[in-house]
């Protein structure tokens, strides 16, 4: 782990590099047969698909204004997975809700777990650390006042799986 952080420091165009194979090991398993793309187009379209990927992934917003949005106090409303399929919701239990509080200085309190504190890894992962000061990595994703965390590491869900929440203050 200190070995990729290292290398996130040092060399950021890596992180970019890899989450591209990512992205072009997504666009294979697309249900799109190789047969109805001509050969001839394969490559242009691959190159288009890299620069798009480069210079998406190279804009990245500052740490400190994407965490500002990221802090608050937010509601569970729904969690999702997969079985292999389209994604399952399963709205929230409403007797019972789940908050999730995300401070200014780091800490956190989350509904029923042991996490305790958090650091914003870049502007897609979350790291919250519990009391026993072990990591777990979450990709996360803001659009308006939704906020979606997936795990991403060390704990992850092959068919997609994560949680949405919606800000409360």
Request: glycine residues 6%; charged residues 25%.
């Amino acid at each position: 782990m200190g070995g990729i952080k290292w290398l996130d420091l040092k060399f950021p165009i890596l992180k970019n590099i890899l989450r591209l194979y990512h992205i072009s090991l997504a666009f294979r398993n697309l249900s799109i047969k190789t047969t109805q793309i001509n050969d001839n187009m394969k490559a242009p379209l691959t190159l288009l698909l890299a620069v798009l990927s480069i210079v998406f992934f190279s804009c990245e917003k500052g740490e400190t204004l994407k965490s500002a949005t990221l802090t608050g106090k937010w509601k569970l409303f729904d969690s999702f997975y997969s079985i292999g399929g389209p994604l399952i919701y399963k709205q929230a239990d409403l007797e019972t809700p789940v908050f999730l509080d995300l401070k200014n200085d780091g800490k956190l309190s989350y509904t029923n777990t042991n996490y305790t504190a958090f650091a914003v890894k870049d502007s897609i992962i979350v790291t919250f650390i519990d009391k026993n000061k072990d990591r777990s990595d979450f990709y996360y994703f803001i659009k308006g006042d939704t906020l979606t965390l997936s795990p991403a590491g060390p704990r992850i869900c092959i068919e997609g799986c994560g949680e949405r929440f919606i800000k409360v203050d």
